[in-house]
Structures are given as C-alpha cells and as structure tokens.
C-alpha cells in the first residue's frame, strides 16, 4: 500500500500523463509545491516498489500497477469534491478540504460516498429536501 505521500506523487503523475503525455520531475515539484530534490527521491522509490520506471530520455512511465492505482486515485479526488460539492460546502473550500481527507478514508467508506452521490443525483428533489434544511438551520445561525 503506498504512503498518503506517495498517492500524492502517484496522483499528479497520472495527471500530468493524461494531460500532457508525459510527467517531467520539474512539472511535478510545480504541482505538488515541492523541492525537485524531493521528487527525485521519490520518484526512486516509486520505481523500486514498481509504481513506474524512470527511464533517463523518455521519463517517467506507469507501470500497469502504478496507472490502476493513479486512476483510483483520480477517481477518489473526484469523487469527494463531487460528494463536498453536493453538501453545499464552499467552492473556495473543496480543494483543500479533499486534499485534507482523501488519504485517510478506507475504500470501503468511498464507495458508499459513492452510493450517497448516485443517490443524489438519481432524484432532483432528493437535493432540493437537502437544500431546505440546510436553508432552515441557516436561518437558526
Ligand atoms: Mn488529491
């Protein structure tokens, strides 16, 4: 099982993969707001545990292990800024608060955030009765 912090580099290596084709150690330590150095070590012990393998001229490349967990992990983020979204928690509070939870909750507990979110989503007016008593407790405050 990889670190919170390993997630975190195995997360945004997935990222940039996806989005630009390729994950260079200096894109990594922009997104992660960390030393390059770090990433370097990290990236080692990535590759030891087999998470992906850092060829020196074509870079960082996920294993199948490492690209199965990096696209869990995407999901999982996703899914619990969907799940706070959802609850009405403030837009300028979603990225922290998952980055804040995301490694400490057990699969299990994600999939029946998952089920609560389809459950949601499946009936407008599920939200809408959501909605009111957040309005009511609102007046309360
Ligand atoms: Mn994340």
Redesign the pocket.
């Known amino acids: 099982m990889p670190t919170p912090s390993m997630e ?1 580099y195995i ?1 945004q290596i997935y990222i940039l993969i996806e989005e630009k084709g390729y994950a260079r150690v200096s894109d990594i330590a922009e997104a992660l707001s960390v030393h390059p150095s770090s990433v370097t070590k990290m990236v080692q012990k990535l590759d030891k545990d087999e998470y992906l393998v850092y060829e020196k001229y074509r870079g960082l490349v996920l294993t199948p292990k490492g690209r199965k967990i990096g696209q869990r ?1 995407v999901y999982r ?1 996703e899914l619990l800024e969907q799940f706070l979204r959802l609850i009405g928690v403030s837009e300028e509070n979603i990225y922290r608060d ?2 804040g939870i ?1 490694h400490h909750l057990s699969w299990n507990a994600i999939d029946r955030i998952g089920d609560l979110v389809q459950y949601f989503q499946e009936d407008e007016r599920r939200l809408e009765a959501l909605r009111d008593v957040q309005r009511r407790n609102e007046q309360g405050e």
Do not use: G, M
Request: charged share 55%; glycine share 0%.
């Open positions: 975190d997360e992990l983020h998952v980055e995301e």
